[in-house]
């Protein structure tokens, strides 16, 4: 057993106890990966893209206090803020590891998660493993979806609660339900890019994301153009817990982000004549 594993975390302006809890759980879980020889290694690689000297001192005190495990390494890098995904792409470049886990630093594992996740990808079949996602309740979430049309894409991240409470039915309908199932190459499904298992096979493939998108629908596009390439599949005992999330509560300035982000995507999809999806509601 050879297989290497590196995880990318971008870090911009997290607060220390929340990244503090999702990288004592990440560490929990590449321990249990290591003793269950699903992998050998792994590296876990944070970008500090938040441009202010404090942050990035405050970020190293807290990766200095962390026990790490054997075969572990942890290392920070600093770079400008040019967006989430050309953030990430400056990571996947750090390592040569066989699976890349991106993930977001406001996340927690739950047990035995990351040796589900590494089981589900099989070379030259399924090249990508998306986890079963809920809230800081417990409640499950549905952020993988089969159906992405502007319509219930407004609904889910931008219109108010009322109106989303009006549309539930119909939202429900579209997303992706909290069981294993493989998306076949080929589909046009897209995912949540908070957590997401990669053969790197796959990302070097496709070029990892495009940098055009700053924040919003990066990962959507990416999710279209790895399925070009090989099937998914979902994985609910792969299980994290996202504590962000919910665009339409960060204010002006990140409604405006989605907004020239969705423009972008489906203006993409149209040049190249696949639609916008299908209406749902």
């Not at 998306?183 to 495009?210: Q, T, Y």
Request: proline share 4%; net charge neutral; hydrophobic share 40%.
């Amino acid at each position: 057993m050879t297989t290497k594993l590196s995880v990318g975390m971008v870090c911009h302006d997290t607060e220390s106890k929340t990244l503090e809890k999702c990288l004592k759980s990440l560490l929990l879980e590449l321990r249990a990966a290591i003793s269950d020889n699903v992998i050998n290694s792994a590296a876990v690689c944070l970008l500090d893209n938040s441009e202010l000297a404090e942050y990035g001192h405050e970020l190293r005190v807290l990766i200095n206090s962390l026990c790490l495990p054997e075969s572990v390494q942890i290392e920070v890098f600093v770079s400008k803020n040019r967006g989430f995904g050309a953030g990430h792409n400056e990571l996947i470049t750090q390592s040569s590891a066989d699976i890349h886990l991106i993930i977001n630093p406001d996340l927690e594992f739950l047990s035995h998660s990351i040796t589900t996740a590494v089981h589900g990808i099989e070379p030259g079949v399924t090249g990508l493993v998306l986890p079963k996602i809920v809230n800081s309740d417990g409640a499950p979430l549905r952020p993988h979806f089969s159906e992405f049309s502007p319509r219930y894409i407004f609904l889910r991240s931008v219109a108010p609660d009322f109106i989303k409470r009006k549309f539930k039915g119909a939202l429900s309908a579209a997303a992706y339900q909290n069981q294993r199932i493989h998306v076949p190459a080929g589909s046009r499904s897209v995912f949540s890019g908070c957590c997401m298992l990669f053969h790197r096979d796959i990302l070097e493939k496709v070029g990892g994301f495009d940098e055009r998108y700053f924040l919003y629908f990066e990962d959507y596009d990416l999710s279209l153009r790895a399925l070009m390439e090989t099937s998914a599949l979902i994985e609910p005992s792969f299980q994290v817990i996202h504590h962000g999330g919910n665009t339409s509560k960060k204010g002006r300035k990140h409604i405006y982000r989605f907004l020239v982000s969705a423009a972008r995507f489906y203006w993409g999809r149209i040049k190249l004549g696949l639609g916008v999806g299908k209406e749902v509601c």
